[in-house]
C-alpha cells in the first residue's frame, strides 16, 4: 500500500476530544505568564490574508495547530510554517497541543497546495514540518520529498527549511530526505534525556541525535538545527549536556525557548524562566560552536527562520573565511 492510500480520513473533533488519550490525565493547573512571555492578539490585515490564503489551498499550519504565540507577529509578515501530512499525529507527547489518534489519509495534493502557497505569497525561505505518522511505512518521507520538490519547481529561489519526525524504525527514510537537498534540516530533541518517558515518551534522546549526525555525514552543506524547551523540571547542567550532544552531532544552530503549557491535562511547567537565563544559554551556546543560537522566552524552531537562515550562511561563509 502507498503512503498515499494508508491512514483513516478519520479527525477529532476539538475541545474535549481533541488529545483522547490525555482524558485520564491528572490536570495541571495552567499558572499565569509573567509579563515578557505575554503577546498581543493577532489583528493586522496581514495576519487575515495569511490564513485566508491557508483555508483556500486547505493547508494546516503548526502555527494554529501547535498554538504557537508568536502567529500574529508571523502571520502579519505572511510567515507560515506548514504541516504536511495531516493533522493528527500518532504519538501523544505530553507537551504538544497537536491533536494525537487515528491519522488523517493523505492529501496528494499537498505538495502542490505548499508550493502555490510559497509562490503566491513570494517567501524567500519556507518552513515545512509535520506530525509523526508512525503508520506509514516510510514515515512520511516520500511526502517531504514530492514537496520539496514542488516547491523547488515553482520557487527556485525559495529556500526550503523542513523540520521532520524522527522516522524511528524507518529504514531508508531519513536518507530519501536529505537526497531531496533540503537547505536546513531540523529536527527538535525537545528536552533533556532525563524527561524523555514523561515528555517524550514515543521518542529516543540517542535515535534523534544520530539522526541528526546521519544529515551531516550524508550532506555535510545542508545546515543541522535542533531545539529544546526549558522550564519542564531540566537543570541547567543537563542543558550544557544537550549543547555538548548536540555538538558532537555538528548540529549548526540550537533554539531554546520557554515551554508553554496548552491545557491543564498537559505536562505542567516547572517555572519560567528569565530572560536572563536565556541570554545567558546563549553566550554559553556561542562558546560551544554553534553557527547561530535563538534563546529568549519566546523563541520557537520557526520563529524568524529567514532572518536566521541568512545569519547561518554569512556566518560559515565567515569561518569558512578564516
Given amino acids: 500500500m502507498s503512503p498515499d492510500d494508508a491512514g483513516a480520513a478519520v479527525k477529532p ?24 512571555i505575554r503577546v ?11 490564513k485566508r490564503l491557508m483555508r483556500d489551498l486547505k493547508l494546516t499550519t503548526v502555527c494554529e495547530e501547535a498554538a504557537c504565540p508568536n502567529i500574529g507577529e508571523c502571520w502579519s509578515k505572511k510567515h507560515a510554517t506548514v504541516m504536511i501530512l495531516g493533522s493528527v499525529c500518532t504519538r501523544a507527547c505530553s507537551f ?12 496528494p495534493h499537498e505538495p502542490d497546495n505548499v508550493a502555490e502557497m510559497v509562490a503566491v505569497s513570494g517567501l524567500k525561505h519556507v518552513v515545512i514540518t509535520s506530525v ?9 518521507a516520500d511526502h517531504f520529498v514530492r514537496t520539496i520538490r514542488a516547491v523547488r519547481l515553482r520557487s527556485p529561489a525559495t529556500t526550503i527549511e523542513i523540520l521532520t519526525p524522527d522516522f524511528l524504525r524507518k529504514e531508508g ?12 534540516f531540523n529536527h527538535n530533541l525537545e528536552t533533556v534525556p532525563r524527561l524523555y518517558p514523561s515528555i517524550r515518551p514515543g521518542a529516543r534522546y540517542y535515535h ?22 526549558v522550564g519542564l523540571g531540566e537543570t541547567r547542567d543537563e542543558v550544557l549536556q544537550v549543547m555538548d550532544d548536540m555538538r558532537s ?10 515551554y508553554l503549557q496548552p491545557t491543564p491535562k498537559h505536562a505542567a511547567i516547572d517555572r519560567f524562566v528569565t530572560p536572563d537565563e ?9 562558546a560551544k560552536g554553534f553557527l547561530v543560537v535563538a534563546s529568549t522566552p519566546l523563541t520557537r524552531s520557526s520563529y524568524h527562520a529567514d532572518r536566521d537562515f541568512e545569519m547561518l550562511r554569512d556566518e560559515r561563509a565567515a569561518r569558512l573565511a578564516r
Avoid at 498581543?40 to 495569511?50: D, F, H, I, L
Avoid at 504538544?96 to 492529501?107: E, F, H, I, Q
Avoid at 527514510?173 to 536546513?184: F, G, I, Q, S
Fill in 249 to 258: 552531532a555538528e548540529i549548526d544552530f540550537l533554539t531554546i525557548g520557554q
Fill in 13 to 36: 473533533r476539538l475541545g474535549a476530544d481533541r488529545h483522547p488519550e490525555k482524558r485520564n490525565r491528572p490536570d495541571n493547573p495552567i499558572q499565569r505568564k509573567p509579563d515578557w
Fill in 132 to 140: 509523526d505518522r508512525d503508520d506509514l511505512a516510510d514515515g512520511g
Fill in 40 to 50: 498581543k492578539a493577532p489583528t493586522s490585515p496581514v495576519y487575515q490574508e495569511t
Fill in 173 to 184: 527514510a531519513l536518507e530519501a530526505v536529505v537526497a531531496a537537498k533540503p537547505d536546513v
Fill in 278 to 286: 536565556f541570554a545567558s544559554y546563549k553566550t554559553s551556546a556561542i
Fill in 208 to 229: 534523534s541525535l544520530r539522526l541528526l549526525d546521519r544529515v551531516k555525514q550524508l550532506d555535510p552543506t545542508i545546515f543541522t538545527k535542533s531545539g529544546i524547551m
Fill in 96 to 107: 504538544c497541543n497537536v491533536a494525537t489518534g487515528l491519522p488523517d489519509k493523505l492529501d
